[in-house]
Protein backbone atom coordinates (compact mmCIF):
# COMPACT_ATOMS: atom_id res chain seq x y z
CA UNK A 1 0.00 0.00 0.00
CA UNK A 2 1.17 3.45 -1.06
CA UNK A 3 0.22 6.95 -0.08
CA UNK A 4 0.93 9.94 -1.73
CA UNK A 5 0.49 13.48 -0.72
CA UNK A 6 0.70 16.65 -3.26
CA UNK A 7 1.49 19.95 -2.37
CA UNK A 8 2.94 22.81 -4.17
CA UNK A 9 -0.27 24.13 -6.14
CA UNK A 10 -1.54 27.50 -6.16
CA UNK A 11 -2.24 30.44 -8.69
CA UNK A 12 0.61 32.00 -10.78
CA UNK A 13 0.58 34.15 -13.70
CA UNK A 14 1.43 33.21 -16.99
CA UNK A 15 5.19 33.14 -17.53
CA UNK A 16 5.88 32.35 -14.11
CA UNK A 17 6.74 28.99 -12.20
CA UNK A 18 5.68 26.36 -9.61
CA UNK A 19 7.02 23.25 -8.62
CA UNK A 20 5.18 20.37 -7.63
CA UNK A 21 6.05 17.54 -4.82
CA UNK A 22 4.72 14.09 -4.12
CA UNK A 23 5.48 12.56 -0.81
CA UNK A 24 5.46 8.55 -0.79
CA UNK A 25 5.18 6.45 2.04
CA UNK A 26 7.38 4.11 2.30
CA UNK A 27 5.98 1.54 -0.51
CA UNK A 28 6.72 4.02 -2.88
CA UNK A 29 10.12 2.43 -3.11
CA UNK A 30 8.61 -0.57 -5.11
CA UNK A 31 6.74 1.91 -7.70
CA UNK A 32 8.03 0.72 -11.18
CA UNK A 33 6.87 3.67 -12.19
CA UNK A 34 5.72 7.02 -10.77
CA UNK A 35 3.81 9.72 -12.65
CA UNK A 36 2.29 13.26 -12.80
CA UNK A 37 -1.16 13.41 -14.18
CA UNK A 38 -3.56 16.61 -14.32
CA UNK A 39 -6.95 16.68 -15.64
CA UNK A 40 -8.79 20.16 -16.27
CA UNK A 41 -12.51 21.19 -16.40
CA UNK A 42 -14.48 19.00 -18.63
CA UNK A 43 -11.35 16.97 -19.86
CA UNK A 44 -9.80 13.92 -19.31
CA UNK A 45 -6.92 13.14 -17.06
CA UNK A 46 -3.75 13.16 -18.92
CA UNK A 47 -0.04 12.34 -18.30
CA UNK A 48 2.30 15.11 -17.84
CA UNK A 49 5.60 13.21 -16.97
CA UNK A 50 6.52 9.53 -15.97
CA UNK A 51 9.28 7.71 -14.92
CA UNK A 52 10.66 4.39 -14.56
CA UNK A 53 12.12 4.01 -11.56
CA UNK A 54 14.91 1.43 -12.62
CA UNK A 55 17.60 4.02 -12.40
CA UNK A 56 18.12 4.20 -16.46
CA UNK A 57 16.53 7.68 -16.44
CA UNK A 58 13.75 6.45 -18.90
CA UNK A 59 11.49 9.26 -18.60
CA UNK A 60 8.01 10.70 -20.71
CA UNK A 61 6.70 13.96 -21.05
CA UNK A 62 3.87 14.71 -22.72
CA UNK A 63 4.83 17.28 -26.04
CA UNK A 64 2.61 20.04 -24.36
CA UNK A 65 4.87 20.14 -21.69
CA UNK A 66 8.40 19.38 -23.32
CA UNK A 67 11.18 21.80 -22.28
CA UNK A 68 8.59 23.62 -19.77
CA UNK A 69 8.29 20.54 -17.19
CA UNK A 70 11.20 18.56 -15.55
CA UNK A 71 10.49 16.06 -13.29
CA UNK A 72 13.04 15.00 -10.14
CA UNK A 73 12.96 12.59 -7.43
CA UNK A 74 14.79 12.52 -4.28
CA UNK A 75 14.97 8.51 -3.48
CA UNK A 76 16.42 9.47 0.07
CA UNK A 77 12.76 11.39 0.82
CA UNK A 78 10.49 9.46 -0.73
CA UNK A 79 9.52 12.65 -3.08
CA UNK A 80 9.21 13.14 -6.72
CA UNK A 81 8.82 17.29 -7.75
CA UNK A 82 7.75 18.63 -11.03
CA UNK A 83 9.29 21.43 -11.91
CA UNK A 84 6.84 23.79 -13.96
CA UNK A 85 8.13 26.73 -15.98
CA UNK A 86 7.09 29.37 -18.87
CA UNK A 87 3.44 28.08 -17.63
CA UNK A 88 0.18 29.31 -19.88
CA UNK A 89 -3.55 29.28 -18.85
CA UNK A 90 -3.58 25.79 -20.68
CA UNK A 91 -1.63 24.15 -17.96
CA UNK A 92 -4.54 24.98 -15.23
CA UNK A 93 -5.62 21.72 -13.83
CA UNK A 94 -6.20 19.30 -10.64
CA UNK A 95 -2.07 17.88 -10.52
CA UNK A 96 -1.96 14.17 -9.18
CA UNK A 97 0.46 12.31 -8.23
CA UNK A 98 0.59 8.39 -9.45
CA UNK A 99 2.54 5.43 -8.66
CA UNK A 100 2.36 1.75 -10.18
CA UNK A 101 3.52 -1.54 -8.09
CA UNK A 102 2.54 -3.51 -10.53
CA UNK A 103 4.62 -3.17 -13.46
CA UNK A 104 1.76 -2.17 -15.92
CA UNK A 105 3.32 1.22 -16.32
CA UNK A 106 6.24 -0.36 -18.14
CA UNK A 107 4.34 -0.87 -21.08
CA UNK A 108 2.03 1.80 -20.58
CA UNK A 109 3.74 4.80 -18.55
CA UNK A 110 1.29 7.44 -20.15
CA UNK A 111 -1.87 5.70 -19.42
CA UNK A 112 -3.77 6.28 -16.04
CA UNK A 113 -5.06 3.11 -15.89
CA UNK A 114 -1.14 1.49 -15.34
CA UNK A 115 -1.14 3.15 -12.26
CA UNK A 116 -2.92 1.96 -8.94
CA UNK A 117 -1.80 4.78 -6.36
CA UNK A 118 -3.45 8.47 -6.91
CA UNK A 119 -2.50 11.49 -4.75
CA UNK A 120 -5.18 13.92 -3.45
CA UNK A 121 -4.54 16.61 -6.14
CA UNK A 122 -2.96 20.00 -6.12
CA UNK A 123 -4.55 22.74 -7.70
CA UNK A 124 -2.63 24.82 -10.38
CA UNK A 125 -3.74 27.96 -11.55
CA UNK A 126 -2.80 29.95 -13.91
CA UNK A 127 -4.19 33.45 -15.58
Known amino acids: HVQLVESGGGSVQAGGSRRLSCVGS????????VGWFRQAPGKEREAVAA?????????YYDDSVKGRFTFSRDIAKNTVYLQMNNLIPEDTAMYYC????????????????????WGQGTQVTVS
Open 26 to 33: RGMYNAYC
Open 98 to 117: AADLRSVCLSQISQDYAYNY
Open 51 to 59: IYTDGNGHS
